[in-house]
């Protein structure tokens, strides 16, 4: 993954590269050698096409399901407040 992003900016070092992409100091090369996750990070990489990472796919799935999941709730929520909107009227109409 590292030289997919040197040679995708054209940099010679992940430090080049980090800087490149408007990451703080090291965040770049840190997201590189541990499991933890990084908005900036991953949104950078996936501008730049680079979507072979194991973590990015499984964080892309991730926010689909939780899009998904959240577009359900809403719709329900939109649906129980037509039906108590609709209620409320006919109270008022009684």
Do not use: C, F, P
């Not at 995708?8 to 070092?13: E, N, P, R």
């Not at 703080?24 to 090369?29: G, I, M, Q, R, T």
């Not at 999941?69 to 329900?76: P, V």
């Amino acid at each position: 993954m590292k030289e997919a992003i040197k040679q995708k900016l054209g940099v010679s070092s992940i430090t080049e590269a980090g800087l490149k992409l408007n990451l703080a100091h090291n965040v770049l090369n840190s997201w590189l050698s541990n499991n933890l996750t990084n908005a900036k990070v991953e949104i950078a990489l996936l501008k730049l096409g680079l979507r072979e990472d194991e973590r990015l796919i499984k964080r892309i799935e991730k926010l689909k399901s939780e899009y998904k999941k959240n577009e359900i709730r809403k719709q329900a929520y939109e649906k129980s407040m037509k039906e108590i909107k609709a209620l409320l009227e006919e109270i008022e109409a009684a």
